[in-house]
């Protein structure tokens, strides 16, 4: 069984940082590609960035140069920091870890809410 366990998020004011961390426990592989997503209130979930066990990363365009991903394979470890938050980016965060040949092969973590607010 898989288990990541997601932690970091909490309240920050706008242009502020935080850092979220997602550990990874059980049966996983450091071949898994490991991304972030969020989801507002009344919206869908959406992806944030990811990173193939190689380091190469994707992002969605509206984090480009504000977000980073990475992870430590030895401590099955991916971590978003994020800089310059607005309040648009407020929502429950969600740890995602899938294999990269198999799509069916995928798990969630339970979700950390980030709040950027005044």
């Known amino acids: 069984q898989v288990q990541l366990v997601e932690s970091g998020g909490g309240l920050v004011q706008p242009g502020g940082s935080l850092r979220l961390s997602c550990a990874a426990s059980?049966?996983?592989?450091?071949?898994?590609?490991m991304g972030w997503y969020r989801q507002a209130p009344g919206k869908q979930r959406e992806l944030v960035a990811a990173?193939?066990?190689?380091?190469?990363?994707n992002y969605a365009d509206s984090m480009k140069g504000r977000f980073t991903i990475s992870r430590d394979n030895a401590k099955n470890t991916v971590y978003l920091h994020m800089n310059s938050l607005k309040p648009e980016d407020t929502a429950v965060y969600y740890c995602?870890?899938?294999?990269?040949?198999?799509?069916?092969?995928?798990?969630w973590g339970q979700g950390t809410q980030v709040t950027v607010s005044s």
């Open positions: 995602n870890a899938r294999h990269p040949l198999i799509p069916k092969i995928g798990y």
């Open positions: 059980g049966s996983i592989s450091n071949i898994y590609i």
């Open positions: 990173i193939a066990s190689g380091g190469s990363t």
